[in-house]
């Protein structure tokens, strides 16, 4: 089975992000071994591209969340901590004397 997005074919999960947000995933996080200026010209066109999509870093933001409820929902089962119980006054006022 093939799964087409906007007529382009995602075949991994990368194709996936990359088809969300519109860019390679590389633009955001980079690449192994890349040199200073490979760096500086990537962050150059990411900043450029932001402030060309305000709302960018939203969708990726809602992406990210997507994603991580579908493959790893238990991140988002957060539990309260336990609050501690009142101290009564009697209790106080036996440990101060």
């Known amino acids: 089975?093939?799964?087409y997005i906007g007529g382009h074919q995602a075949?991994?999960?990368?194709?996936?992000?990359e088809l969300a947000l519109g860019t390679p995933v590389e633009l955001w996080?980079?690449?192994?071994?890349?040199s200073e200026m490979e760096r500086a010209a990537?962050?150059?066109a990411a900043r450029d591209i932001l402030a060309d999509n305000p709302g960018?870093?939203?969708?990726?933001?809602?992406?990210?969340a997507t994603a991580i409820e579908e493959y790893?929902?238990?991140l988002f089962n957060v539990v309260p901590l336990p609050q501690p119980a009142?101290?009564?006054r009697?209790?106080?006022?036996?440990?101060?004397?």
């Not at 075949?11 to 992000?17: L, M, P």
């Not at 996080?29 to 890349?34: A, I, P, Q, R, S």
């Not at 009697?90 to 004397?97: L, S």
């Open 56 to 64: 960018m870093a939203d969708d990726a933001i809602r992406v990210a």
């Open 42 to 44: 990537r962050l150059d």
């Open 86 to 88: 009142p101290r009564s």
């Open 29 to 34: 996080l980079g690449v192994d071994g890349e």
């Open 90 to 97: 009697r209790a106080e006022k036996g440990a101060a004397a």
């Open 72 to 74: 790893a929902p238990e």
């Open 11 to 17: 075949v991994s999960s990368n194709d996936f992000v």
């Open 1 to 3: 089975m093939r799964t």
